[in-house]
């Protein structure tokens, strides 16, 4: 897999030159802690559902939740108060589904980023990949499967691009292709399926 390839969205780009900027570098500079002060913000545990709060810069989050889990709420509340503004607990339903759109993909590059997956010693089984990925960022296996499967696609994609762009007559560019494949069916399913399994599990737990 020529990692060469792979091609970041802007934002992707935007996380990831904020975390450079930031001194974020390497997987275990993605402490939630450290994350936290780095982009000054105050996280609290309390018995209650996650929220921010991107007027006071604050997340919060459940007690008790397992630590993969928390990982992923953390990077979904942190897009609300770095990228978000406004009450979401007021705003219209569309503007409030954008948000929300945005906050999953937001995980994607924020909980793994490129930047630092390409330094590692991926190999060339997937599940040895996926693996990694997993341990080195703390994260579960079907969320860095997904993370894995999104990067190998948007490798392909480049490649395609590059192919048609040499037979004359081709019927899309590179930037288009670009735009029309950012993920596969495949990623955004697993992506959405785990979004729903973790959005019940943090619900279940504050109401246990």
């Known amino acids: ?25 390497c997987p275990s500079d993605l402490d939630i802690d450290e994350v936290s002060t780095a982009f000054k913000v105050d996280l609290v545990e309390y018995e209650g559902p996650p929220f921010s709060c991107n007027m006071t810069d604050v997340i919060f ?18 897009c609300h108060v770095l990228r978000h503004a406004g009450n979401q607990r007021q705003m219209p339903e569309l503007f409030l589904q954008q948000q929300e759109i ?3 993909r937001f995980i994607q ?9 390409k330094e590692l010693p ?38 395609t691009a590059q192919e048609n762009a040499r037979i004359p007559g081709g019927n899309r560019n590179e930037r288009d292709a670009q735009e029309l494949c950012i993920q596969s069916e495949e990623t955004q399913r697993i ?6 399994q973790l959005s019940k599990g943090v619900k279940k737990l504050w109401q246990e």
């Open 1 to 25: 897999m020529d990692l060469s390839l792979y091609y970041e969205t802007e934002l992707e780009q935007w996380i990831s030159s904020r975390y450079i900027q930031h001194g974020i570098l």
């Open 61 to 78: 989050l459940p007690k008790g939740i397992d630590t993969l889990t928390k990982r992923l709420v953390y990077f979904h509340e942190l």
């Open 102 to 104: 945005e906050a999953e």
């Open 109 to 117: 590059y924020a909980a793994a980023p490129f930047y630092m997956i």
């Open 122 to 159: 991926l190999g060339e089984s997937q599940k040895e990949a996926v693996e990694l990925i997993a341990s080195e960022f703390t994260l579960p296996y079907k969320f860095s499967y997904a993370r894995l499967l999104q990067i190998q696609n948007r490798i392909l994609n480049q490649i």
């Open 191 to 196: 992506m959405t399926q785990l979004s729903r």
